[in-house]
């Protein structure tokens, strides 16, 4: 039985949205586990006040917004077990992290348009030393490659994304 059209836009919104809001949680949290345990709460709250989203409107601002109670939730559960920042702080730097995880969303996406601009030896070169972490000195000995040409080749892609990126987010603005 298919979903009725507002949970889908909600679950497609969600999925899209969720590295910005896992971006969002670090950022104000700046522990991996606490983060990630509050984009787990954030996600369950999302779920259960699906019926308040309205799909004509930006998902992010209200996700957020959603995130920004969670956190300061966990905030208020904490503060009895140690020195935390004060509300206004929270209030002050959420609102600094909310830009900072929007640009976030953007840049991925960027990313992932310039990715998709590279030749495969230079997507395999990434992969290999970003997904699959290995080191420079691993790839270059199974490449047949000295390890300064490994290095010199992942700075040139790098310069290369980056400028692709710029690129993007200034045709998209």
Not at 61 to 72: E, N, Q
Not at 114 to 119: A, Q
Request: proline fraction near 3%; glycine fraction near 0%.
């Amino acid at each position: 039985m298919p979903l009725p059209l507002n949970e889908t836009r909600f679950i497609e919104a969600l999925t899209r949205h969720q590295p910005a809001l896992e971006a969002f949680c670090h950022a104000n949290l700046g522990n991996r586990e606490d983060a990630r345990e509050m984009l787990q709460a954030t996600c369950v709250k999302l779920w259960q006040k699906a019926a308040d989203w309205d799909p004509d409107t930006e998902f992010l601002p209200w996700a957020f917004t959603v995130a920004r109670f969670t956190i300061l939730s966990h905030y208020r559960d904490q503060k009895r077990d140690r020195l935390i920042f004060d509300e206004d702080v929270i209030q002050a730097m959420a609102e600094d992290t909310e830009e900072a995880a929007t640009a976030y969303d953007v840049r991925r996406e960027a990313l992932s348009k310039c990715l998709k601009k590279l030749n495969p030896k230079q997507r395999v070169l990434l992969h290999d030393h970003y997904a699959v972490s290995q080191s420079l000195r691993e790839i270059a000995e199974t490449s047949d490659r000295s390890l300064s040409a490994v290095k010199m080749t992942l700075l040139r892609i790098r310069q290369q994304l980056s400028v692709c990126i710029e690129r993007q987010i200034r045709t998209n603005s």
